[in-house]
């Protein structure tokens, strides 16, 4: 029998929390990102996100409308993507990469005002895993919804 992925994103509600509670990182990746758990607070300018496969959460991250924003982008219809996380049990599945082709159509959805992502990414872990590249600490998914563009 073939299992497949059925990866959906949803906003965080409380059935998630027993789940994300128990994510786990190893150390190392402790430095780079938050475990979900804090990263909980829903505002209406902080909106966690739970990355689920068959309804099971596999990874998070929380989307900011909140002044935030205006250190990455003069875009005041933007949002922040921050706090990427897969639990260490489902890592290297490709949940992240199938989460981030969603999020496009899902922001559409949840949020119609917004028409750029900013995902900040941490220069260290970037370095690490391309370290003959230098980059800086962000990544844009702009208006030109796919384009990737390095600042």
């Not at 970037?126 to 600042?151: F, M, P």
Request: net charge positive; with cysteine; aromatic share 8%.
């Amino acid at each position: 029998m073939i299992i497949v992925d059925e990866i959906n994103l949803k906003r965080y509600e409380l059935e998630y929390l027993q789940s994300l509670s128990e994510f786990e990182l190893p150390k190392e990746q402790e430095q780079f990102t938050s475990l979900p758990k804090k990263r909980l607070e829903v505002t209406h300018e902080k909106h966690p996100i739970v990355i689920v496969n068959h309804n099971e959460p596999v990874g998070f991250f929380v989307l900011h409308s909140s002044d935030r924003v205006k250190e990455y982008t003069d875009n005041s219809n933007g949002m922040l993507l921050a706090a990427l996380s897969i639990d260490h049990s489902q890592q290297g599945r490709g949940y992240a990469m199938k989460a981030m082709k969603q999020l496009k159509v899902f922001v559409n959805r949840e949020f119609p005002f917004c028409n750029e992502i900013v995902l900040a990414v941490n220069k260290r872990i970037w370095l690490h895993r391309n370290c003959t590249k230098k980059r800086d600490s962000l990544i844009l998914i702009g208006g030109r919804w796919g384009q990737l563009e390095s600042s």
